[in-house]
């Protein structure tokens, strides 16, 4: 089993980030069966970039799943980067039992 973790910016107008939360939501929802959604005590990320820092504040969102389709997942990742206007967009995945 696996542990699929996006790292998702709140970063834009709020009605726009909710939607867009909301969206995600609704999408892995639906392909997963549920989704686990840290977003009331948004994680602040820092990184060097250049020499500069850069800080953006995340939400992450978390689901489990049997199987690991990769190319799936890279679509995905494309597609939320566009979405949410990101170069990048980080999606992690940890091997996991259930107990």
């Not at 699929?4 to 892995?28: A, F, H, K, N, Y």
């Not at 639906?30 to 990184?47: I, N, Q």
């Amino acid at each position: 089993m696996h542990l699929v973790q996006i790292l998702l910016p709140l970063t834009g107008e709020p009605d726009t980030v909710r939607m867009l939360l909301s969206q995600v939501r609704q999408e892995l929802v639906s392909r997963f069966g549920g989704v686990t959604l840290y977003r009331y005590a948004p994680a602040e990320g820092l990184w060097e970039d250049h020499g500069d820092m850069e800080e953006d504040r995340i939400v992450l969102a978390e689901v489990m799943t049997d199987a690991l389709d990769n190319e799936w997942w890279a679509v995905y990742r494309e597609t939320l980067e566009a979405r949410f206007e990101q170069d990048e967009i980080v999606i992690r995945v940890l091997t996991m039992a259930r107990l």
